[in-house]
T-cell receptor
Framework: GAGVSQSPSNKVTEKGKDVELRCDPI?????LYWYRQSLGQGLEFLIY????????KSGLPSDRFSAERTGGSVSTLTIQRTQQEDSAVYLC????????????FGPGTRLTVL | GNSVTQMEGPVTLSEEAFLTINCTYT??????LFWYVQYPGEGLQLLLK?????DKGSNKGFEATYRKETTSFHLEKGSVQVSDSAVYFC????????????FGAGTRLFVKA
């Protein structure tokens, strides 16, 4: 079946602009995660959604970052007033549940802030 | 707190050499442990996992054993191939005081023919 998809695959924006990144998880997966991978770095956890529960936002680096998940499926990560340090690959993953379940990753969105 | 430490790369090996990539962790509660791999030009994918102490995960000739006493989950392969060249990430997931997945920084492996 279809895997996790993300759009756009690449986004170039100017400092101070807002951007929206989209993630379509695997159908039936209740858990959805956002990560950030900076050049040469590991993955930094940003936010996690599980079913209808309140999301775990503990990884969001600042209040410029927000995310929502509509209808328990598609998720949008929004970065307001982008800064150059926001440049990274943003990865989305989904899983059936949590902890022991395999996370399936999308191809990522490469964000470049000029 | 929760953390994952894995050996720095890059690691360069000749084909058919033995591979070990060290991974140690600290965690509150009882984590599940994972190795993910990112091949050139591809997305991150699960290589293997172990959900409790003494479990051994294995896939594609790779193995890792969940060692609670040494808080380690080292990745091993007896004979690497050029096609194993990739970045390998050790990770833990724990559901204590809120869900957390922590990834290591990644270890890049180059295998020469």
């Amino acid at each position: 079946g279809a895997g996790v998809s993300q759009s756009p695959s690449n986004k170039v924006t100017e400092k101070g602009k807002d951007v929206e990144l989209r993630c379509d998880p695997i159908s039936g997966h209740t858990a959805l995660y956002w990560y950030r991978q900076s050049l040469g770095q590991g993955l930094e956890f940003l936010i996690y959604f599980q079913g209808n529960s309140a999301p775990d936002k503990s990884g969001l680096p600042s209040d410029r970052f927000s995310a929502e998940r509509t209808g328990g499926s598609v998720s949008t990560l929004t970065i307001q007033r982008t800064q150059q340090e926001d440049s990274a690959v943003y990865l989305c993953a989904s899983s059936l549940a949590v902890v022991t379940d395999t996370q399936y990753f999308g191809p990522g969105t490469r964000l470049t802030v000029l | 707190g929760n953390s994952v430490t894995q050996m720095e790369g890059p690691v360069t090996l000749s084909e058919e050499a033995f591979l070990t990539i060290n991974c140690t962790y600290t965690a509150t509660g009882y984590p599940s442990l994972f190795w993910y791999v990112q091949y050139p030009g591809e997305g991150l994918q699960l290589l293997l996992k172990a959900t409790k102490a003494d479990d051994k995960g294995s896939n594609k000739g790779f193995e890792a054993t969940y060692r609670k006493e040494t808080t380690s989950f080292h990745l091993e392969k007896g004979s690497v191939q050029v096609s194993d060249s990739a970045v390998y990430f050790c990770a833990l997931s724990v559901n204590t005081g809120g869900f957390k997945t922590i990834f290591g920084a990644g270890t890049r492996l180059f295998v020469k023919a």
